[in-house]
């Protein structure tokens, strides 16, 4: 889902841009005031952290494999989601500029993409399910699955945008394939969840049981 | 991609005078000829234009004295994603041309039209400017020298910090991520094994990923609290020392620059 360079053209590319680094301002606002301190240290350890996590190979059920995103779990986790606008934005900006994955001028779009839809939908998607249907692990799937598969949507939107892929087949294709990669991302977010609440439940903002 | 963190290393710590070349005019060069490639329309001029770029890259890649080989290998890593992208655009219309004539009509109503051909190579003329010149920056400019070279162009400190410890840790988590795929060898557990059944997979994967996720979290809260012990508070940074460029550096940096914005300009204008 990294948008290469060149897939979207340099006007809209910079639109981009500027959303992202309204919400990475928001992203250092939240480091510097609810983490304590000034924790930011501690974010960005994490970060490395996500970038593991994402190498990852994770098998897909038609005999390919894939990676996680990992936004949603770092937006539940530290109960916010601008943790997970910190933490991809810090992955991308290293997979862009040394791996060459993800382009340049169209980072914004990718931070967009997969660290602010990634972290918003993931934290509210999970309180909001949590709150109705009181499972925290079954949120958390749902939260895991919706991130992922928006992203893939919005992806698409911006390259139907950019006029570089027509939206109806970039819909269904992208549309389809994260919907399946994003049943994988649900359900690994739930079982990492499910794992750290029993192993460091101190460190979720929101206890995963008890419901809020 | 984790494996390819120390490939690319590797050819960076290498000596040449790409190399040594002061990694802000490194960044700052890469950075003028991905923006221009991308700037310039959607048109047949991009051919020209991308041949220059490339030309160019291909002087600094022979003077860093890196193998061909290195700079193909890492260009098959980096180019699926777009060439899935760039591979459907024959058979789909774009609102970049008015008029669209077929070429070729394949089965099931699928028509090939020529300048959507035209148009997917162009976007593929682009992408692999763009990614050539990362790939040229990468592999000559060590990843430190690259936050420190940020940071002396005035990237704001909290990100220079930030960056400077996530590159640090990545290399432990890269050792990290190491052990515990060895570990999972030696238990004959392969999460793509087929015959294992999915559900149990996805689950020790789950675990895998949490047990990741933990231990970034304490190696964070140890490093934070060691910090603090240094004296670290909020108003601490990373410490970029000053240097100032050579003459030959200066000269190097606005010659090429001035060679990309001209031939960018030169053949955007020319009738």
Redesign the interface.
Known sequence: ??I????I??GQ?LVYWVIALIFIALA?RWA?RSMG???????????????????????I?W?T?GH?V?AA?AAI?LGSPYAGVFVLT?VL?????????G???VMGANIVNMGVVGGFIGYYGYTAIKRVIGNAYAAAFIAGWASLFISAILCAVE?AVA????LA?GLTMMGTYHAVIGL?EG??T???????AS??PD?LEHPAGVSA | ??D?LYF?EKYAYRTSIVHRLDARIKLLIA?AA??T???V??STRVYELGAVLFALVAALWAASRLPPTVYLK?LA??LP??IF?IG??AF?????YDVFHTIAALPFGIEVYAESVEFASI?LV??VV??SF??L??STTK?QD?IEAAGRLGLPR?FT???A??????F???E??TRIRTAMATRCFD??D?TLS?RY???Q?????????????????R??TS?LCRG???N?GLYVRKKPLRTQEIVFFAATLGFIVLSAVLIYVQP
């Open positions: 889902m990294h290469p360079d060149a897939f053209p340099m590319a250092l510097r301190e000034e924790k930011i240290p501690l974010v960005a350890v994490l970060a490395a952290g996500i970038f593991a996590i994402q190498a990852l190979n994770i098998p059920p005999g494999s996680m990992g779990l986790v810090l900006l290293v997979q862009g500029v040394i791996f060459g994955d382009g340049i001028t390259l006029g570089t892929f027509p087949l994988i359900g690994i739930a079982v990492a969840l499910y794992l750290i192993a460091r460190i | 991609m984790i390819d690319i950075l991905i923006v490639i991308v700037a329309p959607y890492r890593l980096i994603f777009g992208l459907f655009q789909v219309k774009n609102p970049y976007l682009k992408f763009s990614v990362i790939i920056l990468s990843m690259m909290e910090l930030t960056l410890m996530m590159v640090r840790y990545i432990v988590f890269a990290m991520f999460p793509l087929r999915y997979r996805l689950n994967l789950g675990y895998t990923v949490g047990t990741i996720f933990i231990r970034s979290y304490e190696q964070g809260e490093t934070y910090m670290y508070g909020a601490a």
